[in-house]
């Protein structure tokens, strides 16, 4: 009973933790936690590398050291003093055994340094690459988040907004056109075409006159004698007076 208890409390933890992570997030703070590494690591490679420079002092210090102090023991020896030659001698040796010594941590110093030069050189590595990996990730996280909203906002188009009234649109104009197409065809159907035409030509024959009439004044056209005009019934009535 209570290993059930525990295995429903850790799936619940489990399920509380990957309801409220979001993996775009998360892996920012990864790569701000890989450059804040940065600063802590070469502060640690500082101190190696102080170490490694005191060492090396000292190692420069014990060799001057031994130096002076062969000198010491050779002009004590030439100058017949065995006993202060014993004594730089003694001195000598534990010089020598110091620089033996440091000699040995300036080496384990030394490649203590490389080290950690190397544990640099392959961390910026690793955190270039992760970083990179982190900044892709977070860019196709982006531009998925970006597609599904794409998405939803055509699904509620086709779902609740354009297909459910465009054709309801299309049909409201096309009866509307109807309608005003019908009201045009009832408006010339009501006009008198015959009327119209009369009125057309009666204006297209007094256009003509006027242009007759200036070409008169003009002196473009003479009007016809009007004895000529008179003159055929005239003779025609003449004759059939004598005949009777």
């Known amino acids: 009973m209570w290993q059930r208890f525990k295995r429903a409390m850790r799936s619940f933890a489990g399920f509380f933790v990957s309801s409220i992570e979001d993996p775009e997030l998360i892996l920012e703070q990864n790569v701000r936690d890989l450059n804040d590494q940065v600063p802590k690591m070469n502060e640690s490679i500082a101190m190696v590398r102080a170490n490694l420079t005191l060492l090396e002092k000292e190692n420069a ?10 000198a010491k023991v050779k002009a004590a020896i030439q100058a017949g ?7 730089y001698a003694t001195k000598l040796q534990t010089e020598k055994s110091a620089l033996e010594r440091n000699e040995q941590q300036l080496a384990m110093a030394k490649q203590a340094y490389e080290k950690s030069l190397n544990l640099k050189k392959a961390f910026m590595r690793e955190k270039e690459r992760k970083t990179q990996e982190a900044m ?7 531009r998925a988040q ?11 188009f086709t779902v609740a907004g ?8 299309l049909r409201k104009v096309q009866e509307k ?18 009327a119209v035409q009369i009125e057309e030509d009666a204006e297209r024959l007094q256009a003509m006159d006027l242009v007759k ?17 008179g003159a055929g019934p005239e003779k025609t009535i003449g004759k059939k007076v004598g005949v009777e």
């Open 61 to 70: 210090k014990y060799n001057q050291d031994i130096r002076e102090l062969t």
């Open 177 to 194: 056109a109807a309608v005003n197409e019908a009201r045009m065809q009832m408006a010339l159907d009501s006009v008198d075409h015959q």
């Open 136 to 142: 892709h990730a977070i860019r196709d996280a982006r």
């Open 213 to 229: 009439q200036m070409k008169m004044e003009m002196g473009l056209n003479s009007p016809a004698p009007v004895s000529e005009v």
């Open 146 to 156: 970006w597609q599904s909203k794409v998405a939803d906002a055509m699904e509620s």
């Open 81 to 87: 003093r065995d006993d202060l030659a014993a004594q």
């Open 162 to 169: 354009i297909d459910q009234t465009h054709d309801e649109m």
